[in-house]
């Protein structure tokens, strides 16, 4: 189960089933993400792992099972019920989604115009969060000039402008070159060890998840620095716990966490790891 | 399985096949279409009710709403005026042989109005504004959709029916009756200028007739008409574009649907309406 044993229960799948015409995607999925962890889903293409995520949100109602997320009943909140909850969740999508007919400051403070923040302190909450992706820089631009890397960049400042306690994230370095894919890592990293978020991370690589799981951000440092000192676990106050759920067929192959996955002799597991 | 010949393999054929589909038979096909039909109405229904509920209750995105306002009314002047003027001038070059005829060209003023005020005027007006803003929403927001921006307007928690459809419906039914209006006078404006180049018709004897010859009745159709055609032609070109299946591709198909729906949806309608008003008119007017 979970790597993270004594935290509380943030996001909860139970049973979950989800279809479409073609036939179930997901099949009786079940895990739970605890506080402060980083859960990542592995699997290939069409193994439901953005379904997942969207079903995590709400955007998204399970055809049997039941989602929890934050204590609430995702699975059977009307919509206008999980607009209101959504204010609790960050969510990075895979191609960025940013809204191209607005410049990346009103991108970023769509979420705080709607919730009717003060524009006296939308720049400066915007500016912050464009400053901890460093794309300060960017903020009188249009999506459209931006490029791959720094459009996924601007998503996660829009998804973590309002401080949410969980933030999903779907393929965040889906499409990128290796150093933009880093970058991307290192703001996921920072974002998890300076405001202690619970997230999911679907992605179809593991180095990725193995990053997380052996890297943090120290920021008295300002720099991502190795999770372990001396051979020993980092006792910080913000848990690094990153566990590993792969999906395959729609149901739940394995979960457990980086020893296990690199110790475990399963050919399909292994297949991930070339 | 592919069954492998020599160096080419060949798919086994549909009638060796044991795992061939049964055809559909002609009952099941027609069966399946009405379903589809049926499905489809009652999802534009719910977002056609959805649009005029959220007008009585918040939040509300006015911005958006006059922001859509210039694009779909003032965008659209151009073309309307445009057409409103050459419309007006076709109708007295048609009739004009004919009035001359019987000695009648003063009544050219009486049937341009008539013409133009209850019929042609919002119909026309109709359809170029469904082919250019029904085409335009469906396209913005079949786009939206298929790159999960409407997603992530819902992941921070706006309603896309609100910030979305609301406002374009809203915003279409409060300028169509105002473009159909601009187009009407400007109608009138090309008939006179036909009728005073051909005819030789004095203009207070055209403007005069004109006006005259339009009853109360006649507004309340002319200007009533838009109202409902602008209500079609915007929830048809956001449901369209909300359900837009197939990538880009979808979206194209989505715009052409759009147009062709809503157009035939307001000729349809033109003709329940028209009868509708002319029985109104001989109650009340």
Redesign the interface.
């Known amino acids: 189960m979970s790597g993270h044993e004594s935290g509380e229960i943030v996001i909860s799948f139970e049973g979950v089933t989800l279809g479409f015409d073609e036939g179930d995607i997901l099949r009786r999925v079940s895990f739970s993400v605890a506080r402060q962890e980083t859960k990542v889903l592995v699997g290939e293409t069409g193994a439901g792992k953005t379904l997942a995520l969207?079903l995590a949100?709400g955007?998204l109602r399970p055809d049997a099972g039941r989602v929890e997320v934050l204590g609430h009943n995702v699975s059977g909140m009307s919509?206008?019920e999980?607009?209101?909850f959504?204010?609790k969740?960050g969510?990075v999508?895979?191609?960025g989604?940013?809204?191209?007919s607005l410049a990346v400051e009103d991108n970023v403070a769509?979420?705080l115009r709607?919730?009717g923040v003060d524009e006296n302190e939308i720049e400066g909450r915007v500016r912050e969060a464009l400053r901890f992706v460093e794309m300060e820089h960017a903020i009188g631009l249009i999506p459209s000039e931006l490029s791959g890397g720094m459009r996924r960049r601007v998503s996660i400042a829009?998804a973590l402008v309002n401080r949410p306690p969980v933030v999903l994230y779907d393929s965040p370095t889906a499409g990128l070159d290796p150093v933009t894919a880093q970058t991307i890592i290192t703001l996921i990293l920072r974002l998890r060890d300076t405001y202690g978020v619970t997230a999911l991370l679907a992605t179809h690589r593991l180095q990725d998840a193995f990053a997380l799981a052996n890297f943090r951000f120290d920021p008295a440092a300002n720099r991502v620095v190795p999770a372990k000192q001396n051979g020993r676990p980092w006792a910080g106050s913000v848990s690094a716990a990153t566990s590993f759920l792969v999906l395959r067929d729609g149901s739940v192959y394995f979960e457990g966490d980086q020893r296990a996955v690199l110790q475990s002799p399963d050919p399909y597991l292994k297949r991930f790891l070339v | 399985m592919p069954v492998v010949i020599g160096d080419s393999p060949v798919f086994m054929s549909a009638a060796n096949s044991n795992l061939t589909a049964p055809a559909p038979s002609v009952s099941g096909w027609f069966v399946g279409v009405l379903k589809r039909i049926v499905l489809e109405v009652q999802q534009y229904s719910g977002l056609a009710a959805r649009s005029l509920r959220n007008v009585f209750s918040g939040p509300h995105y006015f911005a958006d709403t006059l922001e859509q306002m210039d694009i779909i009314g003032v965008g659209s002047m151009p073309i309307v005026l445009l057409t409103g003027f050459f419309i007006g001038a076709v109708m007295v070059l048609q009739t004009a042989a004919q009035f001359t005829r019987f000695g009648q060209t003063s009544l050219t003023g009486d049937v341009v109005a008539i013409a133009l005020v209850r019929e042609l005027g919002p119909t026309i007006s109709g359809l170029l504004v469904a082919g250019r803003c029904a085409s335009g929403i469906a396209s913005e927001l079949g786009s939206m959709l298929v790159t999960e921006q409407v997603d992530a307007m819902r992941a921070m928690g706006t309603d896309p029916s609100r910030k979305l459809v609301t406002p374009r419906v809203v915003a279409t039914v409060l300028m169509m009756p105002l473009l159909t209006a601009m187009a009407d006078l400007v109608g009138l404006v090309g008939g006179y200028t036909v009728s005073a180049l051909t005819l030789r018709l004095g203009a207070v004897e055209f403007w005069t007739r004109a006006i005259d010859a339009l009853e109360l009745g006649d507004l309340m159709q002319g200007l009533s008409k838009p109202i409902v055609f602008g209500f079609i032609l915007s929830t048809v070109g956001c449901y369209k574009g909300l359900n837009v299946r197939g990538g880009t591709q979808g979206v194209g198909r989505a715009t052409t649907q759009a147009v062709v729906v809503s157009s035939v949806l307001i000729i349809v309608t033109n003709l329940f309406l028209t009868r509708l008003a002319l029985f109104l008119a001989g109650k009340i007017f």
Do not use: P, T
């Open positions: 969207k949100a955007l919509e206008s999980l607009l209101g959504r204010q969740i969510f999508f895979q191609e989604a940013l809204f191209d769509y979420r709607e919730d829009r």
